[in-house]
Nanobody
């Protein structure tokens, strides 16, 4: 079982930066991929970024590519989402998720087994 806690959300002005972290409390020796999703008010949850267990494979939604960077530190059981050049349309609740996998990373929410509670990000213009 994997429990996830997101930290680092908040309010920032457009073109600013935030760094989200996702602390995993994993009662397992299995490897897992991690992803970040977001849900804006009145919209469906959407994929933002994903990373495999080793960190050697990452994938980004077109809307965040070049501005967001996903990374992880397996010694700390933590994944990160560095968000730069933020735009008002990035305003959403951001969720991290985990899926058991030795090498893959996933972009579909249904591929993930475990989810955090979410952290809000507000970007003002």
């Amino acid at each position: 079982q994997v429990q996830l806690v997101e930290l680092g959300g908040g309010s920032v002005q457009a073109r600013g930066s935030l760094r989200l972290s996702c602390q995993a409390s994993a009662r397992t020796t299995r490897r897992y991929a991690m992803g970040w999703f977001r849900q804006a008010p009145g919209k469906e949850r959407e994929f933002a970024a994903a990373i495999n267990f080793s960190g050697g494979s990452t994938y980004y939604a077109d809307s965040v590519k070049g501005r967001f960077t996903i990374s992880r530190d397996n010694t700390k059981n933590t994944a990160y989402l560095q968000m730069n050049s933020l735009k008002p349309e990035d305003t959403a609740v951001y969720y991290c998720a985990a899926a058991y996998s030795d090498s893959m990373c996933y972009i579909r929410s249904q591929d993930y087994y475990y989810w955090g509670q979410g952290t809000p990000v507000t970007v003002s213009s």
